[in-house]
């Protein structure tokens, strides 16, 4: 287990601790019982004790009742493998669909140019990047044809991410053409953007999910769809800011440049999961990671406030944003865990469920509150830096919490 892991889940239980000890002093400031317990203020709690809870009963209590024996992946083929594999990818997707939805406040984008994206970047990532893929190992160029670390290094970088970020671009820059009017606002770049990454990842999920047994959904969930989406808006933040006038840099100058940060991005990403190296230094890949979503949450949050459509009664209910996704989220991981106890046993999901919680436990954290903090305020461009407490990202206060001077308070 990584070490940096660890730590982090100890300081994800520490503000667990720091949330419980909040809700005792709420307890205590009120003068009577009935006000405090109360469906509403414990709605969450509820519906995430019924997330983790009914397929913990289902597992442990209901399924051995049934006869056979068990384990049970003797009753299942490779095609119903694969049909689940391709079910839990595309929850992954639908889940971060839907969030990223939820922060199109200003001018919703109707239902028919998404899915387009979302489609097109399936059939970019199916034939256009096998093909290059294939093209390059025909030639002899891979990976591992390269002794020294620089030369995966590079490979990574201009290889790896340079066609995995052509293919998610490509769907953007197609639907600006032919669909003119679909992306008319800035947030629209990182929405559509996204949403291409979204389905390059669907396909990448099927295969990982298939081939390891379900035993990757969370990996996929949680890490390499959100890493997706930010590699692929750093490029579509580049055009934001060009077709909206919001830089000096000329567009010749900053769309190569936004499209090199993507790919640089991506191939530094890989590298530290790919290389010999990664057993040494496999706490790279976790702060590059927390440090590329702080990243893509400011680049979202400057869309927004930037946007053309600005209305300042809208904003975005960062409390219920936090709550979709741990429940959302937690729900894929329960959920993949019910699949391994239908598929492998319950012992299987058991040992899946403990080391899985270990692995995951504090990025669901982390994502639930690092993606749920946008501070909405007309023209506001927060600088694309990172702060020294990244690792615990602070609630944002929303306007409908805040009082008359907590507004714009972090």
């Not at 940096?4 to 019982?33: D, S």
């Not at 922060?103 to 990532?125: Q, T």
């Not at 947030?187 to 990757?216: K, M, P, Q, T």
Request: a neutral charge; glycine letters at 6%.
């Amino acid at each position: 287990m990584d070490v940096a892991i660890l730590l982090l889940n100890f300081l994800g239980l520490f503000f667990l601790g720091r949330y419980v000890i909040q809700l005792v002093k709420e307890y205590r400031a009120t003068e009577e019982e009935r006000p405090f317990f109360t469906f509403r203020r414990f709605r969450h709690i509820i519906s995430l004790a019924l997330v983790v809870g009914i397929p913990l009963l289902l597992a442990n209590f209901i399924f051995p009742l049934f006869p056979g024996e068990r384990p049970y992946h003797g009753y299942w083929n490779e095609d119903a493998i694969w049909w689940i594999s391709a079910g839990m990818a595309f929850l992954i997707s639908g889940v971060w669909l839907a969030y990223l939805r939820r922060l199109d406040i200003f001018e919703p984008e109707k239902w028919i140019f998404p899915p387009i994206a979302f489609m097109l970047s399936y059939l970019c990532a199916g034939p256009l990047c096998r093909l290059m893929y294939g093209y390059l190992e025909a030639s002899g160029l891979d990976f591992f044809s390269y002794d020294s670390w620089v030369g995966q290094f590079l490979y990574c970088v201009f290889i790896i991410g340079g066609i995995e970020e052509l293919c998610k671009a490509l769907p953007v820059l197609f639907i600006l053409v032919v669909f003119k009017r679909a992306i008319n606002e800035p947030y629209d770049y990182i929405l559509y953007g996204s949403v291409s990454a979204l389905g390059f990842a669907f396909v990448e999920n099927i295969g990982y999910i298939f081939f390891s047994r379900f035993a990757s959904v969370g990996a996929r969930a949680f890490y390499a769809a959100v890493a997706h989406m930010a590699f692929t808006s750093i490029f579509c933040y580049g055009l934001m800011l060009w077709r909206f006038q919001l830089t000096r840099l000329k567009g010749i100058v900053i769309i190569p440049l936004s499209f090199f940060l993507a790919m640089a991005a991506h191939g530094f990403y890989d590298f530290w999961l790919i290389s010999e190296w990664e057993e040494q230094y496999s706490a790279v890949t976790t702060v590059f990671f927390l440090i590329t979503v702080h990243l893509w949450v400011t680049m979202k949050n400057n869309a927004i406030n930037v946007s053309n459509y600005f209305s300042p009664g809208l904003t975005i209910d960062n409390d219920r944003l936090r709550y979709f996704l741990i429940v959302s989220l937690t729900g894929l991981f329960m959920l993949s865990y019910l699949v391994v106890a239908v598929v492998h046993g319950t012992d299987s999901a058991n040992q899946y469920l403990f080391l899985g919680t270990l692995s995951f436990g504090y990025l669901i954290f982390y994502l639930a509150f690092g993606l749920s903090r946008y501070r909405i305020v007309k023209e506001k461009m927060n600088p694309l830096q990172v702060p020294f407490d990244f690792f615990v990202p602070k609630p944002a206060v929303t306007r409908q919490e805040a009082g008359p001077n907590q507004e714009d308070r972090g």
